[in-house]
Structures are given as C-alpha cells and as structure tokens.
C-alpha cells in the first residue's frame, strides 16, 4: 500500500470512529469557562434579618463574580439590581441610580449568567402564576436557578428600604414600613434566584426577584405583577461560593430560628 492509500485508509478509520462516537453519545460538549458556573453570595440571609448591614463587599467585587444579582446596599439603602454587568439602586424614593464599584453591600447574590432554557410567557395575571411557569424552567426541587424576565406588564407592584442608622433594627421591622411603588403598562426585566429549601438560613428558600423597568422610571423587590407577554430565561449553577462579613456583627448576630421572620419580611410563599 503507498503513501496516498494509506492516508486514505487512516481517514476512513477517523470518519468511522467519530460516527460511533456520536451515534454512543460520547461527543464532548464545550466546557463552561472557568468560574462562570457559580452563584457567588456576600453574606447570609439570617445575617441580614438579624440587622447585619455593614458591608461585606463591594460593587466592584459583585459585577467581577457575575453579571446579574439582587441583593442591598450598605445601612439597607434600597434594593440592588445587577442587570447586564451594570449595578442598580431601586431606592427608598423610587429613584433609580446607577452604582459605583466603590458602594458597599452587606448582603447580594449574583452569577454570570448563561441561558440553559427558555420559554414565552404570556397573559399572566399574577406574581403566583409568574412563579409557577418559572417553576417549569428549574431544573429539580434542589439545585439553584438563576433566572431573568424581559417583558411588558399591565401592572408591577414592588418595594424598596429605607437607609438605617445604627443601632441598626431587625429585617422584619423595617419592612413594617417599607415604600412601594406601582406601575402600569411599563416595559422590564425581572432578575433572581430559586434556592432550594436546604438553603434555609443562607437565603431564602424558593424564588426571589427584583424589578427594573426599561424607561429607568423605577424597580424594586417584587410584591405582585401581571405580565403581558415577555421571555424567561433560566441558568442552572451547581456550585456555591459564600463570602462571610468579617466583622463583629456578624460574628455576635443571632442567626437562628428566623425562618418566619424571612418569609415575612420578604412576602414570598414558602417553597413547597
């Protein structure tokens, strides 16, 4: 056999071997880039329902472990919203400013976010029924979901908080009064996490999600929405990396037993 029929040989041999490769499922799947496939977390839930609201971190550290989040600002100043790499404040009188990397952050989550699946949404009539379509996205009842909805509401009703000052109080008392704020007929995006049960005293189990609308005119924690027609977006992440104040009031806070104080202060059901 010369040279050209050997070659030809070798190359039918390759072709074959790949097909049965492909035909047995053991064709390799691009791997994730390297740390894009973690839902990073500045503090705990329970920290931050015990009065924990000292920053832990920045906005700078947050935007480089993710590119969208939820979380709060320093002293509870208003509610975070990482959208697209850029750091929002929904403040207490329904303001919306764009945040330095210099702003502290007690407590927030965030990943970088790469769409696992999708679905069209349409004719939603409330914040339960939001849920349970996005329910249909997650990938099981025990892994995190990081997930983001762009579309047109009939109505969005969220909340935000006030900046405290020290001695800072509890989570729930604050939100005793907290500042809400409606809208009809705007254009958004909705950002946030499912975290399991088990998470329980890290965050809180089951779906949070915080609001901006497009026109800049407002956002927040979300209460109570009707959704249009929009897109949902869904990004499984298997991997928790927790980063913990340092401190001394997060090392003296009670952190237990505040599981109704979470779903109080948040107005969420609690995972079923």
């Not at 809180?204 to 109570?224: I, T």
Request: glycine share 10%; net charge negative.
């Amino acid at each position: 056999m010369n040279r050209r029929e050997t070659d030809i040989a070798w190359g039918w041999i390759v072709l074959l071997l790949s097909g049965l490769l492909l035909a047995n499922g053991c064709a390799t799947a691009p791997a994730p880039a390297p740390g894009r496939e973690v839902l990073y977390q500045v503090s705990t839930l329970q920290a931050l329902l015990d009065g924990v609201y000292d920053g832990a971190a920045t906005c700078g550290q947050l935007r480089r472990n993710g590119d969208l989040g939820i979380g709060t600002f320093e002293g509870l100043d208003g509610e975070l919203i990482l959208l697209d790499g850029r750091v929002w404040q929904a403040a207490a009188d329904g303001r919306i400013r764009a945040m330095p990397d210099s702003a502290p952050i007690p407590f927030a989550c965030a990943t970088f976010f790469d769409s696992d699946r999708s679905a069209v949404l349409r004719a939603l009539p409330d914040a339960v029924s939001l849920r349970q379509q996005l329910d249909a996205l997650r990938a099981g009842p025990n892994r995190f979901c990081a997930v983001r909805v762009d579309g047109r509401f009939a109505k969005v009703k969220v909340r935000s908080v006030p900046k405290q000052a020290k001695p800072y109080p509890p989570l729930a008392e604050v939100t005793k009064t907290q500042p809400v704020f409606e809208f009809e007929n705007v254009e958004g995006t909705l950002v946030g996490f499912w975290f399991p049960a088990w998470c329980a005293g890290v965050n809180l189990p089951g779906w949070h999600l915080h609001f901006l609308a497009k026109d800049g005119r407002g956002g927040g924690h979300l209460l109570e929405c009707a959704l249009t027609e929009g897109v949902a977006q869904a990004d499984d992440t298997l991997e928790l990396r927790l980063e913990l104040p340092g401190g001394e009031s997060f090392r003296d806070a009670r952190l237990e037993g505040r599981a109704a104080e979470a779903h109080a202060a948040e107005q969420t059901p609690t995972a079923k």
